[in-house]
């Protein structure tokens, strides 16, 4: 009776980890938790750099990363400024690729 309750617990200990190992794994079109945070953090780097810019408007910016490679979108006023955050966005550590789609209003 003990060894087939310790069975049974070993057993769903297994299926438990092996659940959780998959759903922290990446895809193509999805990102694994580690890239997940590895991003959140780059965003946050390239839009800080940004608010720090007084020759960008960051309030009219958003920055979205996808392993590794930004895209940022939104409205500035003149293109140094579209120049200018793609700048700070590829100075930024862990930023593999910038794709600017900043328009200028």
Do not use: Y
């Amino acid at each position: 009776m003990q060894t087939r309750r310790q069975m049974l617990r070993t057993a769903f200990a297994a299926a438990l980890t092996g659940a959780l190992l998959a759903a922290c794994a990446g895809s193509p079109t999805k990102e694994s938790t580690g890239e997940l945070i590895d991003d959140s953090v780059i965003t946050s780097k390239v839009k800080a750099a940004m608010l720090a810019d007084k020759n960008v408007s960051a309030a009219d910016v958003s920055v979205d990363t996808f392993k590794g490679r930004v895209q940022l979108s939104g409205f500035v006023k003149s293109a140094d400024e579209r120049q200018r955050a793609e700048l700070l966005a590829r100075s930024v550590k862990g930023v593999k690729e910038v794709s600017n789609q900043i328009e200028i209003r």
